[in-house]
């Protein structure tokens, strides 16, 4: 995807079991955020079937400890609000380092506001 793109409408469930869909976020900026948590399975619990995984061809080979394995990318898509046409794509930030990476986002956020 790249920005402008129009992001196609998914549905997962939250931290709490309730079903979320990007089109429920249609008014405001949405940040999604693939985020494989170290060692454990965590980055497929709102993505079980792992289908926006595939969509966004997030399974990548990654190096753990000298061995070449398969896991998620960590990646954070910033999508825009509905503006009659559909939520597209602002930016996308590839190899997130999670060190500052919410500051980036939320600056980058408020600069897109003033635009």
């Given at each position: 995807?790249?920005?402008?793109?129009?992001?196609?409408?998914?549905?997962?469930?939250?931290?709490?079991?309730?079903?979320?869909?990007?089109?429920?976020?249609?008014?405001?900026?949405?940040?999604?955020?693939?985020?494989?948590?170290?060692?454990?399975?965590?980055?497929?619990?709102?993505?079980?079937?792992?289908?926006?995984?595939n969509?966004?061809?997030?399974?990548?080979?990654?190096n753990?400890?000298?061995?070449?394995?398969?896991?998620?990318?960590?990646?954070?898509?910033?999508?825009?609000?509905?503006?009659?046409?559909?939520?597209?794509?602002?930016?996308?930030?590839?190899?997130?380092?999670?060190?500052?990476?919410?500051?980036?986002?939320?600056a980058?956020?408020?600069?897109n506001?003033?635009?």
């Amino acid at each position: 995807m790249n920005p402008g793109d129009i992001v196609e409408n998914f549905t997962l469930q939250n931290q709490d079991g309730k079903d979320v869909s990007l089109s429920d976020f249609k008014d405001s900026p949405v940040v999604l955020f693939f985020y494989p948590r170290a060692d454990t399975p965590g980055c497929t619990i709102a993505d079980p079937d792992m289908v926006l995984i595939n969509r966004y061809d997030l399974i990548k080979p990654k190096n753990m400890y000298g061995k070449l394995v398969k896991g998620v990318k960590r990646t954070t898509y910033l999508i825009g609000p509905d503006t009659g046409k559909g939520q597209r794509l602002i930016h996308t930030f590839e190899e997130v380092k999670p060190e500052g990476h919410a500051e980036e986002v939320l600056a980058l956020l408020k600069a897109n506001q003033k635009a």
